[in-house]
């Protein structure tokens, strides 16, 4: 099967399209004809060298935990799904090797759910990873409806999906962005604010009392200014301050799960979550979707079209 792999430590210019075989099929697993596979900013950190200390690598590595396809095989004592069902997941395994960026995936289904119907390939695939973060960063902030969160990169793919996710829950969502996103966040629910110097006044003057909680989906230092707006300091998450846990906030890291995946779905089915897909590349330009994604001006997400 054609998938892109890279054997070595580098930037973009170390992925290539090659041939593989096809992956084996376990128990508990099934094999998904890839239709998109979702890109995100952690595919090419691995492929950097930054998270060596929390992941063992075997080479090649075929990259990507982002998927959406159609089952085409189920390994041995797996009843989930059958052949033909449409499914997408966030297939991270307990190594970094045979990932997304592919014709075929062997999936765990424990990293798998069914396709929101609502949605497109290219669409649903956008979701896993970022929705997945989202979804559990308002969980363990314990967000609840008819409070206050302050989203930092809202119009980012994470962030994007954040405010739909907790406009769905009930929340009242203010929403960091560059002005030229302000438009964007406002079709989605939330309140914009610009990020960058003068932050907390901004926000203050939206919520004079505080918020009741804030989730960092960017980073740039900016937890400390967060725990100056919640009224409980721990309710704060970040995603992309590994300091966060020192500062006495959440940093969090995104687990597979399909109970959340069913639930993501649901809400697109209920057309109260859509993905923007701001660039849908054919596979072998996975090395442009990369560079696409390290300029870190995409609004919404990069998908791989397989």
Do not use: C
Request: charged share 20%; net charge negative; no cysteine.
């Amino acid at each position: 099967m054609k998938a892109i792999a890279y054997s070595a430590y580098g930037t973009s210019d170390v992925l290539g399209l090659v041939d593989v075989p096809e992956p084996k099929v376990g128990p508990g697993e099934v094999l998904v004809r890839v239709k998109a596979a979702g890109v995100n900013p952690v595919d090419w950190k691995l492929a950097a060298g930054y998270l060596d200390s929390l992941f063992e690598v075997r080479y090649p590595v075929i990259p990507g935990w982002d998927v959406a396809g159609v089952v085409e095989a189920v390994g041995p004592d797996t009843f989930d799904y059958a052949v033909g069902d449409e499914v997408y997941g966030y297939v991270r395994k307990e190594w970094v090797e045979l990932g997304t960026y592919a014709e075929l995936v062997a999936a765990p289904v424990r990293t798998l759910a069914r396709k929101p119907r609502a949605l497109t390939f290219e669409q649903a695939a956008g979701i896993p990873l970022a929705g997945l973060t989202a979804h559990q960063s308002l969980l363990r902030v314990g967000a609840e409806a008819g409070e206050t969160v302050l989203i930092h990169s809202a119009a980012g793919g994470t962030g994007s999906l954040g405010v739909q996710i907790a406009v769905a829950m009930g929340l009242r969502v203010i929403g960091t962005a560059g002005e030229h996103n302000h438009e964007y966040l406002r079709s989605l629910g939330a309140e914009p604010v610009l990020y960058g110097e003068g932050l907390a006044d901004r926000v203050r003057a939206l919520a004079p009392e505080g918020v009741d909680a804030a989730l960092d989906f960017y980073g740039d230092d900016v937890v400390a200014t967060l725990q100056s707006l919640v009224k409980e300091r721990h309710r704060v998450a970040s995603i992309a301050d590994y300091t966060a846990a020192e500062q006495g906030a959440h940093q969090l890291w995104v687990r597979p799960d399909t109970e959340g995946l069913s639930f993501l779905a649901r809400l697109a089915d209920e057309g109260a979550l859509t993905v923007n897909v701001e660039h849908a590349l054919p596979l072998a330009e996975a090395a442009k979707a990369w560079e696409l994604s390290e300029a870190g001006r995409t609004r919404g997400k990069i998908v791989l079209t397989v």
